[in-house]
């Protein structure tokens, strides 16, 4: 086979079936999984290890092993789903419906920055299974002028919940994200302190928030449309004479 700067190209077949399966919207563990098992077998990596080469199920399991941790969240589906069946969705649509000038902009602008804010501190709400979906995204659907959009506002939940945490806990020196950054430049010869790495990260925090608050802003509006109106506006017959 063909080497590019002496490197063989067929070893990146693997990242090509992700790529593939990712763009294709297959189903995301199968999809890594198949591509993970790829390349392990084209570098020659064996079912099962042994004494002088790990092997597929031994990295696979270590990796899990060491990584566990991630999987605590499956411990919260159980009571998020019982309070769901008791009626949290209707119990935080009811409590909108108190509320007046509360818009779906302002309501995912202010979570991103509750997100920012407990991220800056250190605070983890558990994201979407546990906070986004079963609090917020009720709330969000009770302030629409129209159930036609529910769809597009539980989406518009799950990105300020990405784009608070994702930035927010960069503001929080001891967070994995900023330790990683320190890491890697110190290991690179660049040694950096957590704390003025934490403060850089601010006009990134600032700049999200101003990019977010014009998509929620510009959501709003389109599904502010009434549908009546705007097909309306789509069958009205057109003048096509011409002056």
């Given at each position: 086979?063909?080497?590019?700067?002496?490197?063989?190209?067929w070893k990146?077949?693997g990242v090509?079936?992700?790529v593939?399966g990712l763009?294709?919207?297959?189903p995301?563990?199968?999809v890594?999984?198949?591509?993970?098992?790829?390349?392990?077998?084209?570098?020659?990596?064996p079912l099962?290890?042994?004494?002088?080469?790990?092997g597929?199920?031994?990295?696979?399991g270590?990796a899990?092993?060491?990584?566990?941790v991630?999987?605590?969240?499956?411990?919260t589906?159980p009571?998020?789903?019982?309070?769901e069946?008791?009626g949290?969705h209707?119990?935080?649509?009811?409590?909108?419906?108190?509320l007046t000038g509360?818009?779906?902009?302002?309501l995912l602008i202010?979570?991103?920055?509750?997100r920012v804010?407990m991220?800056?501190l250190?605070?983890?709400?558990?994201?979407?299974?546990t906070f986004g979906?079963?609090?917020?995204?009720?709330?969000?659907t009770a302030v629409?002028?129209?159930?036609?959009?529910?769809?597009a506002?539980?989406?518009?939940?799950a990105?300020?919940?990405?784009?608070?945490?994702f930035f927010?806990q960069n503001?929080f020196?001891?967070?994995?994200?900023?330790?990683?950054v320190a890491?890697?430049m110190?290991?690179?010869?660049?040694p950096?302190d957590?704390?003025r790495?934490?403060?850089y990260a601010?006009?990134?925090?600032?700049?999200?928030?101003g990019?977010?608050?014009?998509?929620?802003?510009?959501?709003?509006?389109q599904?502010?449309?009434r549908?009546?109106e705007?097909?309306?506006?789509a069958?009205?017959?057109?003048?096509?004479?011409?002056?």
């Open positions: 086979m063909e080497t590019w700067l002496g490197w063989p190209v990146l077949l090509g079936v992700l593939v763009a294709r919207r297959w995301t563990g199968p890594v999984l198949s591509a993970g098992g790829l390349t392990a077998w084209l570098a020659g990596m099962v290890g042994h004494q002088t080469q790990p597929m199920l031994d990295t696979l270590k899990f092993v060491e990584n566990r991630i999987t605590l969240y499956l411990l589906l009571a998020v789903g019982l309070a069946r008791m949290l209707t119990t935080m649509g009811r409590l909108m419906g108190r509360v818009s779906l902009a302002r202010g979570f991103q920055m509750a804010a991220g800056a250190g605070l983890r709400l558990q994201g979407h299974v979906r079963p609090i917020v995204a009720p709330m969000a629409l002028p129209s159930p036609a959009g529910e769809g506002a539980k989406a518009a939940v990105a300020a919940e990405n784009y608070g945490n927010g503001l020196p001891a967070s994995a994200g900023c330790l990683l890491g890697v110190k290991g690179a010869g660049y950096v957590v704390v790495l934490a403060l601010i006009p990134i925090v600032a700049v999200s928030l990019v977010a608050a014009v998509q929620f802003v510009w959501l709003e509006r599904l502010g449309q549908p009546d705007t097909a309306d506006h069958t009205a017959p057109q003048d096509t004479r011409h002056g």
